[in-house]
């Protein structure tokens, strides 16, 4: 296609709705294959004698750890760490009735685990007791004098008395680590030390607590290997590498293993993988990368195999067999259902070249499988009606609920509904399915900071911004864990960016850089734009000395920098070439959170209004020999790989010099960046104003959308570093076209992004002398690759309207009747 030739604007398709679709619930998802429902294998007998004396600590182990969850997400930290802190008391030595016992039967589990509880809570009063005492003691010089003079043997009997005391203190020493040596491992406990453990090391991304993290998995890791069967071909540590050319294991190998052995299994799993992504995060190397993906192969052939055998129980059962001797518990149906469906949710998010390579070796991916598969575990359904009062109290009652992983699999969901899906646009969004899973969990955990969050975060993403701000400033937050709190503060801020309330962006900003430490990079960068918008000409100074910071604070994860990280290094380096200056920091970061999808109508106004004042101002300053050749077609006026196969610019106009010489505009070397940076961001906002869902379509606002991305098309070659406005002008533009039925079109372009991971191919000159590389070109793949699914939606629903004879609109993706 020649360069010159202008686009019909409207070659096909059948116009845009009158009235927006949902983007925030849609139907659920027509899946490929049907869901296991692993909740009905449960047949662990609580009313039968175990066989072992390891089962027995398993059971006691894991109904006090099910307190101790409970404490922990009720915000109730210190009481689960204290009960860990003390660790496990051996079965033989739970009381029962004033004597001690050794376990006989399953139904005293309960019973027996809360006086191991008691027991410990003596013991650990006992020993906090103990450890005073030479405090109190030692306090007063005159008290010190008198204890050591009174303390010291004054004759032979009493020396032979001491010495007796000590060596029968030595031999009680001995005793007791023998004992503990033979006593059974908890190896729940210790996966339990290493989540938490490992949640710290998140929330405050210091090396200390990675390390701290990484050595608890570990240990998990050890305690669960000497409980395994340990007799199947590649399932030894030594053989990783064996494990990952067999591929999985057969559901034969986990039939032979008693209920204990399975589960070591799963923990050695899970252990595994956990301390995995620990690993990448502290050693920050690519080759880790790889060691730790043989790891990941590993515990996946594990948890295959556990899926495997639980697929061959639910046969049974189908079959009308008895499955009572398979033994079957809720916290081995949860553990398998969370590990198998991360697993296939995971790696749906990678690119397609490696998820295929990924599936070639075995790995699983089906993101909407994986979600239904965790939405089985809790007995979810996205298409049921409202519960009775008697559905809801069987629901609380079901002895799913206690399964120890069962709240991480209600998380999995609500997490990529709320979450995930604000950064990465996903198909088959339904938050008010989340908020049902979440209101659900609030009822039992009313303190929980995370379903605390969740609801706000649910408030947020459905642009109820001061209702979210409410539940946010609402969560407490126990003081040694207040780098938690950090996630509120932040979602606080990018709220009050949103609604140019830039004294909070400010506080919240540098709370943030003092306290925080997930990327002092981007805190020193939000610091110092809430400032510059704040506009207080005292905080100047301040504001140049953290953007010579910025770039300083980079960090590496797996090797590679983090785009948002590269993102505020950029922007930095402008600030300080030219002279302090930035255009519209605020909105131009708020892109990398996708918070113009939060705005409600009243916001997005503001903040066009915002954004257009800045765009006059620009055109003002557009040299008059530019806008005398805006009817000419420019570089980027036709986007198809075809047309810049000869180069940059080639045969798009003659006179280039001429033009480039025209196009100076005098001390504003990066002007025609600032000028697109604008257009771009009026046509973002206004695309989100006619499309805003559930809400008559804006023609108005389409058409300054349409025109403001043109403009980025036009003067796109002119351009030194922000290049990213011209990919996102284009993937918006296909947005548009998919919501007015022209889905060939906006594959088209879709493709035409993905073939721009060589950058030379845009024809722009920045990119061909090397400068300007997108920082955000992930950023932008992520977000095609969800288009791409987008028109796959689009079209599976027209051609069923066609077969069903329904006048359903071309792309339009409407929401069912639950």
């Known amino acids: 296609m020649s360069p010159s030739v202008k686009i019909d604007e409207h070659p096909q398709g059948e116009g845009f709705p009158a009235f927006n679709a949902s983007r925030r619930r849609q139907p659920p998802p027509k899946l490929k294959k049907p869901v296991p429902h692993y909740r009905h294998l449960v047949r662990w007998s609580k009313d039968s004698v175990p066989a072992s004396i390891e089962e027995q600590q398993m059971n006691q182990d894991l109904i006090l750890l099910r307190k101790g969850l409970d404490q922990f997400l009720n915000s109730h930290m210190s009481e689960c760490e204290e009960m860990l802190a003390r660790g496990p008391v051996p079965v033989s030595q739970v009381r029962v009735n004033g004597s001690v016992q050794g376990s006989t039967a399953s ?106 993290g990484m050595q608890a998995f570990e240990q998990a890791i050890k305690t669960a290997d000497k409980q395994r069967k340990g007799t199947i071909i590649g399932l030894g540590s030594v053989k990783a590498v064996g494990s990952f050319v067999v591929g999985t294991i057969g559901a034969g190998s986990f039939r032979s293993m008693n209920r204990v052995q399975k589960h070591a299994e799963l923990i050695y799993a899970e252990a595994t993988i956990l301390r995995s992504l620990l690993s990448v995060l502290y050693h920050l190397d690519v080759w880790m990368v790889v060691e730790e993906c043989i790891n990941l192969r590993h515990a996946f052939t594990i948890i295959q195999g556990l899926k495997s055998y639980m697929d061959s129980v639910e046969s049974e059962l189908r079959a009308g067999k008895s499955i009572d001797h398979h033994q079957i518990d809720e916290h081995l149906v949860s553990g398998v259902t969370l590990s198998y469906s991360l697993y296939n949710i995971v790696i749906s998010f990678l690119p397609e070249v490696i998820v295929k390579m990924l599936q070639f070796i075995g790995f699983p991916s089906d993101r909407d499988w994986g979600m239904a598969m965790l939405g089985a575990c809790g007995d979810w359904n996205p298409m049921a009606p409202p519960e009775s009062p008697q559905q809801h ?258 045969g798009m106009f003659s006179n280039k010099n001429a033009i480039l010489n025209d196009s100076k505009v005098n001390n504003y070397e990066n002007f025609y960046d600032d000028y697109c940076l604008a257009f771009f961001l009026q046509g973002l906002v206004a695309y989100h104003s006619a499309f805003f869902p559930e809400e008559a379509f804006n023609s108005e606002m389409c058409e300054l959308a349409l025109h403001s991305f043109e403009t980025v098309f036009r003067y796109a070659p002119l351009m030194k570093d922000d290049t990213y406005t011209y990919y996102f002008s284009h993937y918006y533009r296909a947005k548009i076209w998919i919501h007015e039925g022209r889905l060939d079109d906006a594959q088209a372009r879709f493709k035409y992004l993905l073939g721009l991971s060589n950058t030379n191919l845009l024809g722009l000159p920045a990119l061909v002398g090397g400068k300007g590389k997108n920082s955000l070109e992930l950023f932008v793949l992520l977000k095609v690759h969800s288009g791409l699914l987008d028109i796959e939606t689009a079209r599976a629903a027209k051609s069923e309207a066609s077969l069903k004879g329904s006048s359903i609109r071309t792309g339009s993706i409407r929401s069912g009747k639950y």
């Open 393 to 650: 109290a069987e629901r609380l009652a079901s002895s799913s609920n206690e399964g120890v992983r069962r709240q991480f699999c209600d998380m999995v969901p609500i997490i990529f509904q709320v979450i995930v899906s604000s950064f990465i646009p996903m198909n088959h969004i339904d938050l008010g399915y989340a908020q049902r899973i979440n209101d659900y969990n609030l009822e039992l955990y009313p303190e929980s900071p995370f379903f605390l969050f969740f609801k706000g975060r649910n408030l947020q993403v459905t642009s109820k911004l001061d209702e979210a701000v409410a539940v946010y400033r609402s969560v407490k937050i126990e003081p040694h864990w207040h780098n938690l709190n950090h996630i509120f503060v932040f979602e606080e801020m990018m709220i009050a960016m949103m609604q140019g309330d830039h004294d909070t962006a400010c506080k919240n900003s540098r709370q943030l850089l003092k306290e925080s430490r997930w990327s002092k990079c981007a805190f020193r960068y939000l610091t110092a734009i809430t400032g510059y918008e704040r506009g207080d000409p005292a905080e100047k100074k301040k504001i140049d000395n953290l953007m010579n910071k910025v770039e300083g604070g980079m960090q590496k994860v797996a090797g590679m920098s983090i785009f948002f990280e590269t993102f505020c290094a950029r922007k930095s380096k402008r600030f300080l070439n030219e002279g302090g200056r930035l255009l519209l920091p605020n909105y131009d970061f708020m892109l990398l959170w996708n918070t113009f999808d939060m705005m409600p109508p009243k916001v997005l106004q503001s903040v066009l209004a915002h954004i257009s004042s800045e765009v006059r101002r620009l055109e003002a300053l557009l040299p008059a020999k530019m806008k005398a050749r805006e009817d000419q077609p420019l570089a980027a006026k036709d986007q198809t790989i075809e047309a810049f196969s000869g180069g940059y610019l080639s």
């Open 107 to 212: 139904a005293m589990a309960a019973q027996k685990a809360m006086e191991a509880l008691k027991l410990h809570d003596e013991a650990f009063i006992e020993e906090k007791g103990n450890k005073k005492e030479p405090v109190e003691v030692q306090s007063k010089d005159d008290d010190l004098s008198s204890v050591t003079s009174s303390s010291t043997p004054s004759n032979k009997d009493d020396k032979k008395s001491n010495s007796t005391t000590t060596s029968t203190s030595s031999d009680s020493k001995k005793k007791k680590k023998k004992e503990e040596d033979n006593a059974p491992k908890a190896m729940y406990y210790e996966l339990a030390k290493g989540i938490i453990q490992g949640l710290k090391a998140l929330v405050t991304f210091d090396v200390e607590e990675i390390e701290k």
